[in-house]
Every structure is written in structure tokens, then in C-alpha cells.
């Protein structure tokens, strides 16, 4: 009489599932991980971000003797999105109106954006302790047509 005997591989099978089951736990808390990133960050966060909307203007000195001072007034509000943007309109030789989009965090300022001919403006600055007031430094860097091509200083811009 003849015997037949069936084994299975039982290991093979248990690794590859217990692979399957890693694999599907790390693409959930990557969808997690990415679902909160898109959230507001704290209500202290968006308490700033809502402090920083309005209209705020000041004067920007130049690093550089033979670059005249500017004026600038700032309008911030939130977007469709939700993200801080800020129409500018400036009394410069360097830049017209810049589109600047605006990130706060904590006390830190940033407004970045460009003219309609390409000159980009980056502003930094930290909020004072009743967040009317931003201390800043801005580096500016105009078109190449020798207008204007860079220019630093510092100044300050007191929401209204």
C-alpha cells in the first residue's frame, strides 16, 4: 500500500500575511499623519493667524545710502484655503503692488511675494508682545534691468 502525504508550507504563508498586515497599517497611518498635517495646527496657531489679519504699513530703510526709504501697506486675510495672503502697495522705485503670501509662527513673520514684472520681496519679522507692531529686515530683488537688481534693510509695519 502506498501512503500519500499533503504537507503545506505554512511559514511562507504566515510571513507573507503578516507582511500584507505591516504594509496596511503603514499606508493608514500615513493617511493619518497627511489628514492632519491639512488640519489647523493648534488654536494658538490660528490664533496668531488671526491677529496678523488686517492692514498694517510702515517705512523700510535700506541697508544702501543711495536707495530712498519706502512705504508699505499690507492687507491680510485668509484665502479660499484658508492661507494668509497679502496684497501690497509700496512707494518704491524697486517694486510695485506684490502678491506676498504670509506664514506665522509663533511671534515669526514671513511675507514673500512678487510684482506683475517679477521683482520678489521676502519680509521677516517677529511680532512684539501685543502684536501690533512687526520688527522686520527685507532683502529685495528686483528685475535685471539694473533698475533695481537688490536691495536689504530693515523696518517696521504697525497694524492699523
Same mark, same amino acid.
Given at each position: 500500500m502506498t501512503s500519500k502525504t499533503f504537507s503545506f508550507n505554512i511559514v511562507p504563508l504566515s510571513w507573507s500575511l503578516l507582511m500584507t498586515m505591516v504594509l496596511a497599517v503603514a499606508l493608514y497611518a500615513a493617511s493619518i499623519a497627511s489628514y492632519k498635517s491639512e488640519q489647523p495646527t493648534s488654536a494658538a $496657531? !490660528? /490664533?496668531?493667524? #488671526? #491677529?496678523?489679519?488686517?492692514?498694517?504699513? $510702515? /517705512? &523700510?530703510? !535700506?541697508?544702501?545710502? *543711495?536707495? /530712498?526709504? &519706502?512705504?508699505? /501697506? =499690507? =492687507? %491680510? *486675510?485668509?484665502?479660499?484655503?484658508?492661507?494668509? %495672503?497679502? !496684497? !501690497?502697495t509700496l512707494n518704491s522705485e524697486c517694486l510695485k503692488g506684490a502678491q506676498l503670501e504670509v506664514t506665522v509662527t509663533g511671534s515669526t513673520v514671513v511675507l514673500a511675494g512678487s510684482d506683475k514684472e517679477g521683482d520678489n520681496m521676502t519680509v521677516r519679522g517677529t511680532l512684539d508682545s501685543t502684536g501690533t507692531l512687526l520688527q522686520s529686515t527685507y532683502i529685495l530683488n528686483g528685475s535685471a534691468t539694473g533698475r533695481c537688481e537688490t536691495d536689504d534693510g530693515t523696518g517696521t509695519l504697525a497694524k492699523r
Amino acid at each position: 500500500m502506498t501512503s500519500k502525504t499533503f504537507s503545506f508550507n505554512i511559514v511562507p504563508l504566515s510571513w507573507s500575511l503578516l507582511m500584507t498586515m505591516v504594509l496596511a497599517v503603514a499606508l493608514y497611518a500615513a493617511s493619518i499623519a497627511s489628514y492632519k498635517s491639512e488640519q489647523p495646527t493648534s488654536a494658538a $496657531g !490660528s /490664533t496668531q493667524q #488671526a #491677529a496678523t489679519t488686517g492692514t498694517w504699513s $510702515g /517705512t &523700510f530703510y !535700506s541697508k544702501h545710502s *543711495n536707495v /530712498t526709504p &519706502f512705504t508699505m /501697506t =499690507v =492687507v %491680510i *486675510n485668509p484665502d479660499s484655503r484658508g492661507h494668509l %495672503i497679502g !496684497s !501690497s502697495t509700496l512707494n518704491s522705485e524697486c517694486l510695485k503692488g506684490a502678491q506676498l503670501e504670509v506664514t506665522v509662527t509663533g511671534s515669526t513673520v514671513v511675507l514673500a511675494g512678487s510684482d506683475k514684472e517679477g521683482d520678489n520681496m521676502t519680509v521677516r519679522g517677529t511680532l512684539d508682545s501685543t502684536g501690533t507692531l512687526l520688527q522686520s529686515t527685507y532683502i529685495l530683488n528686483g528685475s535685471a534691468t539694473g533698475r533695481c537688481e537688490t536691495d536689504d534693510g530693515t523696518g517696521t509695519l504697525a497694524k492699523r
